[in-house]
């Protein structure tokens, strides 16, 4: 495959995700939970771009909704994994 051809497809694909339906998902509350934990990590990321930290991001802080609407216990314990501070 070229170079070319590769940019191609990955326009192409952005494109064709752009204007695709939203992806819905139902999986367990516990999972979901270790699911925003790897997104927070990924979050941290330094190669991370602007655009992928946002998305991701906006995707946890929405899971993290989800989460604490259904465990408000968890609400808290979640919030943490947002705070650089508390990085060891």
Same mark, same amino acid.
């Given at each position: 495959?070229?170079?070319?051809? =590769? =940019?191609?497809?990955?326009?192409?694909?952005?494109? =064709?995700?752009?204007?695709?339906?939203?992806?819905?998902?139902?999986?367990?509350?516990?999972?979901?939970?270790?699911?925003?934990?790897?997104?927070?990590?990924?979050?941290?990321?330094?190669?991370?771009?602007?655009?992928?930290?946002?998305?991701?991001?906006?995707?946890?802080?929405?899971?993290?909704?989800?989460?604490?609407?259904?465990?408000?216990?968890?609400?808290?314990?979640?919030?943490?994994?947002?705070?650089?501070?508390?990085?060891?």
């Amino acid at each position: 495959m070229t170079h070319g051809h =590769e =940019e191609d497809l990955i326009r192409r694909l952005v494109l =064709e995700l752009r204007h695709a339906e939203p992806v819905t998902a139902q999986i367990p509350a516990i999972d979901a939970y270790a699911l925003l934990a790897s997104l927070q990590l990924a979050w941290r990321h330094p190669r991370l771009s602007p655009y992928q930290a946002h998305v991701v991001e906006k995707a946890g802080r929405d899971l993290q909704d989800a989460i604490a609407r259904r465990c408000p216990f968890a609400a808290e314990t979640l919030e943490l994994g947002w705070n650089r501070a508390l990085d060891v």
